[in-house]
C-alpha cells in the first residue's frame, strides 16, 4: 500500500479539526468537511472557523503557522466529490448511530474504490455502523480512535472488524506509528474499546471513594496526580478539562453497553456530577466545574468545590501527613508501596482505588484484550500513567498485593490465582539473551510466559542497560553501548540539569567513543531532554561569591561543548520536550541532530538574568548571520514550540531530523550517527562575523524602545545590553570576524559579571521557588 497523500475528516468539531490539524503537522493535506452553513455566502464557514481555532488553541494544535494552509474546508453537500482524491477517509461526527450511518451512505457514493475507510468513534460498535456497507467497502473499513488532543496524546486504538483485511491494519497500525508518531494499541471490537473501558471505571471509582470517604476535590486531585504516577491534571482538574457533559455521556452509554459487567454501576455519573450539570456547571468550557478561577491577573484564585454543598471555597492547601512523606521519596515504585501500605484515611483511599482498578482490569482479559500488555500500554498511551495496571500490580509487589486482596475477601481471576499457585514473580519478567534485552509478559489465557515481541527501531535505554550494564556513570549520566559501533551518552540527573557530573559524563563518552566506536548519540529517555543548568549550584556560588570556581565551571562546559563540535566522529544530539539553556548550547554544538516533533527549544538565560555562556551566543551568530535576530531571540528568551518551529527559529537547521514518534527518537539517531560515520570530518574553526559599535548601538536602541513602550523592565534593559555587547563583539569599533574562542570569552564574562547583581540572583531564586520567571 501506497502512504496517503492527502486525507479527508469527516466532522469539524473538536476531534475532526484536530485530527485534521495532526496529519497536516506530518505534511499530509487534509480535507476538512462539515455541516453547510445555512447563513451566509460560505456554506463552509464551520470548517473553516474550526481550521482558525484549532490554530489559535493552547495548547497549539499546530506544529507552524504554516499548517493550516495544508487543510482544506468544505461541507457534506458541496464537496463530497473532493473525496474521489482521498487516499483515507476518517469520520469523525457525533457520537450517534443513525447520524454515522446516514453520513457513510452518502460518503461512500463518492470515496475512491482504494480508500482506506475508518471511524473515529469512542464508543459505538463497528459492526453496527459497516452493517449496510458493501463487501468491498467492508474489508477497507476499521476504526482509528484518536484521543484528545491528537497531537499530544500518544495512543491510537486501531480496531479492525472480522471482515478488514489484515494487510490494511498492518499498515494503518504502521503508518500511525512512524509517520503521526502515535503508540498504536490493536482492540477488540467491545464498548469503549480499551483505554475509555478502564479509564472510565478508574475515574467512577475515584468519584465513589471521594464520597465514601468524605474527601474533598483538591485532597484527590493532590493524592491522584504525579504522586502515584499520573498527569498533574489528577482526577477532577482532567473532568474539567474533558467536560462532565462528555464524562457523564460515555459513562453512561458505557453502562447500557455492558449488560454483563458485574462493576457497571461505577460508569453511571454519580449524584453531585449530575446535579452541576443540572446548573451548567459542565468545566472549562462553561467557565465552571469542580474549579473555578476568580478574579484577574495577580489577584486570580482558584476555588473549589463542595460536593456536599455545592458552594464553591478557595482551594485550600492539602496538608495531609501521608503526602509529605510519599514525596520525600524519590522512586515511584517505592513511594506507591508506601501510600498503599499506610493506615491513614489517604492510605486507604489509594489503596482501595489502585487495587480495584487492577482487580478490574484483570477481570477484563480475554474480553477487551487477549494480552494484559495492550491494556497496559493503553492506559501509559491514551491516559498518561506512568503505569498500566499490571506493571502497578508489579511495582506494588505482584505477590503481597494478590495476598492481601485475597485476605480481604475478594475473589481474585482463576488465572491470577494459578499465577500465584505456580510461584510466577509478576506480570513480567527480564528475559535478556546474549546482551539483548528481553521481556516476558504472562499470558492469562495459555497460563505461562510469552515473549514480547520485538518492536523494530524502538529502543528503550533501561532495557539496554539491563541487559548489557553500562561502560561508566556517574549520578548524571551513564555511557550505553548500544551495539553497532554507536555509543549513547545518557543524562539522568534531576530534570537532566547540567553539573559538572555531566560534563564528566560527555568527557567519558568522547574517549570511550574514540577507542571502541563509530559515533557518539547524546540522548535520553527522561521528562526532559536537559532544563539547562543547575540553577541552584549557579546562584550558590554566586551568593558565596565563588567567582573563580564558577569561572572554571563555564570554561569547562564551554569546553565540552567544543569538544563535542569538533570531535573526530559524528556526534547526534536527539533532544526531545524541554530543551533549554544549556541543554540547547549541548545540541547546537552536535554534528546533527535527531529531533522529536515535540521540541520545546531555546536559550532562555535572559529569565534568569543572565546571558548563554556555553557558546549559545556564538553558534546563533553563525547559524543565523544576523547579530538583530540572535539578539531577539536570546533576548526575549524564545522556545520552539516544535522541531518545526525550531528550524523556522534557527534552532535547528533545515537538514537536521525529525521523529515524530518519540519512542523512535534513539534508534532514529543511532541510525543517523551510523550514516555520517564513514569518511565523518569534523569541521574546522569557524569565523564569526560580528557588527562592532554600530551593531551594538543598534541592539541597544531596539532594547531601550521596548523599555520606554513598557514591554521590558529596567533590569532586563541591563541584561540586554549585555547581550548586545557579547553579540556585537565587544568593544570592537568595526565589523570583523572573531574566533569562537573570542566570543566563548566574552559570553563567559558578561555570565560573571550578571551573576554578580543582586537582581539576577533575585530572578534566580525565584525561578527556584516558583519556576516562572521574576520581572524585576
Known amino acids: 500500500m501506497k502512504n496517503p497523500r492527502q486525507v479527508a475528516v469527516l466532522g469539524a468539531g473538536t476531534m475532526g479539526s484536530r485530527i485534521a490539524a495532526h496529519f497536516a503537522n506530518a505534511g499530509i493535506p487534509a480535507l476538512l468537511l462539515d455541516l453547510p452553513s445555512r447563513e451566509g455566502a460560505d ?18 494544535a499546530m506544529f507552524t503557522s504554516a499548517v493550516p494552509s495544508l487543510i482544506t474546508p468544505g461541507n457534506f453537500d458541496d464537496d463530497l466529490d473532493g473525496l474521489a482524491s482521498c487516499d483515507w ?28 475507510l475508518s471511524t473515529n468513534t469512542s464508543g459505538i460498535p463497528l459492526a453496527r455502523i459497516a452493517e449496510h456497507f458493501p463487501a468491498a467497502a467492508r474489508s477497507r473499513f476499521l476504526g482509528t480512535h484518536f484521543f484528545n488532543p491528537p497531537r499530544y496524546l500518544h495512543l491510537v486504538e486501531v480496531i479492525p472488524t472480522p ?50 470517604d468524605g474527601f474533598r476535590v483538591e485532597e484527590v486531585d493532590a493524592l491522584t496526580g504525579s504522586l502515584i504516577g499520573l498527569p498533574n491534571s489528577a482526577s477532577f482538574r482532567l473532568l474539567d478539562i474533558v467536560g462532565l457533559d462528555v464524562w457523564a455521556f460515555v459513562g453512561a452509554n458505557l453502562h447500557g453497553l455492558t449488560p454483563h459487567d458485574p462493576w457497571r454501576e461505577r460508569f453511571l455519573p454519580p449524584p453531585f456530577l449530575e446535579e452541576m450539570m443540572r446548573r451548567g456547571w459542565l468545566g472549562e468550557k462553561s467557565g465552571q466545574g469542580f474549579y473555578r478561577r476568580v478574579g484577574k491577573g495577580e489577584a ?12 464553591y471555597k478557595p482551594a485550600a492547601k492539602v496538608a495531609l501527613p501521608l503526602l509529605e512523606e510519599a514525596r520525600a521519596i524519590g522512586d515511584l515504585p517505592a513511594r506507591l508501596r508506601t501510600l498503599v501500605s499506610a493506615g491513614s484515611p489517604a492510605g486507604t483511599f489509594l489503596w482501595k482505588l489502585l487495587s480495584d482498578h487492577m482487580l478490574y482490569a484483570a477481570e477484563r482479559v480475554p474480553e477487551i484484550s487477549d494480552r494484559i500488555v495492550e491494556i497496559d500500554r493503553a492506559m501509559r498511551w491514551g491516559y498518561a500513567h506512568t503505569y498500566g495496571p499490571f506493571e502497578l500490580w508489579d511495582a506494588l509487589g505482584f505477590e503481597s498485593t494478590a495476598r492481601r486482596m485475597e485476605a480481604e475477601g475478594r475473589t481474585l481471576p482463576g488465572s491470577v490465582t494459578h499465577m500465584l499457585s505456580s510461584g510466577a514473580p509478576g506480570f513480567y519478567r527480564a528475559a535478556d539473551a546474549a546482551g539483548a534485552p528481553r521481556t516476558e509478559y504472562f499470558d492469562l489465557g495459555a497460563a505461562n510466559y510469552r515473549e514480547l515481541d520485538q518492536r523494530p527501531g524502538i529502543t528503550v535505554l533501561k532495557d539496554w542497560k539491563r541487559a548489557r550494564g553500562v561502560a561508566a556513570s556517574n549520578p548524571g549520566g551513564s555511557l550505553i553501548d548500544l551495539g553497532d559501533g554507536v555509543l549513547c551518552v545518557e543524562f539522568h540527573s534531576k530534570l537532566n540539569s547540567i553539573g559538572e557530573d555531566t560534563v564528566q559524563i560527555l568527557h ?29 549550584l549557579v546562584l550558590m556560588a554566586a551568593q558565596n561569591q565563588e567567582w573563580d570556581e564558577l569561572d572554571q565551571a ?12 569538533h570531535a573526530p566522529f559524528p556526534v547526534v544530539s536527539a533532544p526531545f520536550a524541554r530543551t533549554l539553556g544549556g541543554g540547547t548550547e549541548i545540541t547546537l554544538h552536535t554534528a546533527r541532530v535527531q529531533a522529536s516533533a515535540e521540541l520545546y527549544m531555546g536559550l532562555v538565560e535572559a529569565g534568569v538574568g543572565v546571558v548563554p555562556a556555553g557558546g549559545g551566543c556564538k553558534e546563533m551568530l553563525l547559524r543565523l548571520g544576523d547579530a538583530r535576530q540572535a539578539f531577539e531571540l536570546i533576548g526575549m528568551a524564545k522556545v520552539s514550540t516544535s522541531a518545526e518551529n525550531a528550524k523556522e527559529l534557527g534552532l535547528l537547521r533545515k537538514h537536521d531530523a525529525v521523529s515524530m514518534n518519540q519512542e523512535r527518537l534513539i534508534d532514529d539517531a543511532k541510525q543517523l550517527a551510523l550514516s555520517l560515520a564513514p569518511g565523518y570530518q569534523a569541521p574546522g574553526p569557524q569565523p564569526v562575523a560580528v557588527g562592532g559599535g554600530a551593531a551594538f548601538a543598534l541592539m541597544k536602541l531596539g532594547a531601550w ?5 513598557g514591554y521590558i523592565t529596567g533590569y532586563d534593559l541591563v541584561v540586554a545590553e549585555k547581550l548586545a555587547f557579547v553579540l556585537s563583539g565587544g568593544r570592537l569599533t568595526a565589523p570583523q570576524t572573531v574566533s569562537e574562542q573570542y566570543l566563548l570569552d566574552l559570553e563567559r564574562e558578561a555570565f560573571l559579571s550578571l551573576c554578580g547583581d543582586a537582581r539576577t540572583q533575585a530572578r534566580m531564586q525565584h525561578m527556584l521557588k516558583t519556576g516562572k520567571p521574576l520581572r524585576n
Open 163 to 212: 471482515e478488514t483485511a489484515t494487510d490494511l491494519t498492518a499498515f494503518v497500525s504502521r503508518f500511525c506509528d512512524v509517520r503521526l508518531g502515535k503508540g498504536v494499541v490493536v482492540c477488540k471490537d467491545t464498548p469503549n474499546f480499551i483505554a475509555n473501558r478502564i479509564g472510565s471505571f478508574f475515574g467512577g471509582t475515584t468519584a465513589k471513594y471521594t464520597l465514601e
Open 89 to 116: 477517509v476518517i469520520e469523525a461526527v457525533t457520537e450517534n448511530l443513525e447520524i454515522k450511518r446516514a453520513l457513510w451512505a452518502r460518503v461512500l457514493d463518492h470515496a475512491a474504490p482504494s480508500a482506506i
Open 705 to 709: 524602545l521596548m523599555h520606554e513602550g
Open 508 to 536: 567519558a563518552g568522547l574517549d570511550e567513543t574514540a577507542r571502541h566506536h563509530r559515533a557518539m548519540i547524546v540522548a535520553n529517555q527522561g521528562g526532559d531532554f536537559c532544563v539547562g543548568a543547575n540553577l541552584m
Open 43 to 60: 456554506r463552509s464557514a464551520a470548517a473553516r472557523k474550526a481550521i482558525e481555532t484549532a490554530a489559535k488553541s493552547k495548547p497549539g
Open 300 to 311: 486570580r484564585t482558584i476555588e473549589a468545590i463542595d460536593l456536599r454543598t455545592f458552594e
Open 554 to 565: 563555564v570554561r569547562r562546559f564551554q569546553n565540552i561543548c567544543m569538544e563535542l563540535k
